[in-house]
């Protein structure tokens, strides 16, 4: 079992940056990969970003370039960091979290935290 904790979220105007963490506890953190979502009205929860066990990352087309996501298996902690934001990154982003090497399907979801980007 893994609790999944985000935080970071909040207001920022069009091509400002933020960064989003993620605290893992409950299992060994090593050993999931881990993955971030994000979610607007009306819409799908859409893969954003994913990261396997051994650090290797994966981006959404929209993003590449922009976000970059990162663990810290001290810390237990992922990471997003976003720059150059766009109103269109608007929404809830959410942890997830899946026991293998590669992220496929999430095991594990966070509580999500709100991003916001203005115009």
């Known amino acids: 079992q893994v609790q999944l904790v985000e935080s970071g979220g909040g207001l920022v105007q069009a091509g400002g940056s933020l960064r989003l963490s993620c605290a893992a506890s409950?299992?060994?953190?090593?050993?999931?990969?881990m993955a971030w979502y994000r979610q607007t009205p009306g819409k799908q929860r859409e893969l954003v970003a994913a990261i396997t066990r051994f650090a290797t990352p994966t981006y959404a087309e929209p993003v590449k370039g922009r976000f970059t996501i990162s663990r810290d298996n001290v810390k237990d902690t992922v990471y997003l960091q976003m720059t150059s934001l766009k109103p269109e990154d608007t929404g809830v982003y959410y942890c997830a979290a899946e026991r293998s090497v590669v992220f496929s399907k999430a095991d594990y979801w966070g509580q999500g935290t709100q991003v916001t980007v203005s115009s």
């Open positions: 409950g299992s060994i953190f090593s050993g999931y990969a």
